[in-house]
Nanobody
Framework: QVQLVESGGGLVQPGGSLRLSCEAS????????LGWFRRAPGKEREGVSC??????YYADSVKGRFTIARDNRKKRVYLQTNSLEPDDTGVYYC??????????????WGQGTQVTVSS
């Protein structure tokens, strides 16, 4: 089992940035891919980004604006979100996956952190 704890959400104006952080209880030893998905009211779950030992995935909606990074020593994965838009509003969940890409649903996830983009 993987335990994940997110932090770093908040309220930001359009065009602003946030850095989301996730601490994982297990990490490289279990060879999970780690990433983020989000949920917004009235919308389906959307996979945002994922990073494994061999690949990185971004949803088309965030390419060029979000960057994922992984620190194995600190057992953390980060999501740098830039040029935020109102449509980015939602609860962001850190998740563990068997691999990166749309074929891999999240296996474990944290409690989520709220991101609100509004003027």
């Amino acid at each position: 089992q993987v335990q994940l704890v997110e932090s770093g959400g908040g309220l930001v104006q359009p065009g602003g940035s946030l850095r989301l952080s996730c601490e994982a209880s297990t990490f490289a030893r279990d060879n999970y891919a780690l990433g983020w998905f989000r949920r917004a009211p009235g919308k389906e779950r959307e996979g945002v980004s994922c990073i494994s030992s061999s690949s990185t995935y971004y949803a088309d909606s965030v390419k060029g604006r979000f960057t994922i990074a992984r620190d194995n020593r600190k057992k953390r994965v980060y999501l740098q979100t830039n040029s935020l838009e109102p449509d980015d509003t939602g609860v962001y969940y850190c998740a563990a996956y068997a691999g990166c890409g749309s074929d891999f649903p999240p296996m474990y996830w944290g409690q989520g952190t709220q991101v609100t983009v509004s003027s």
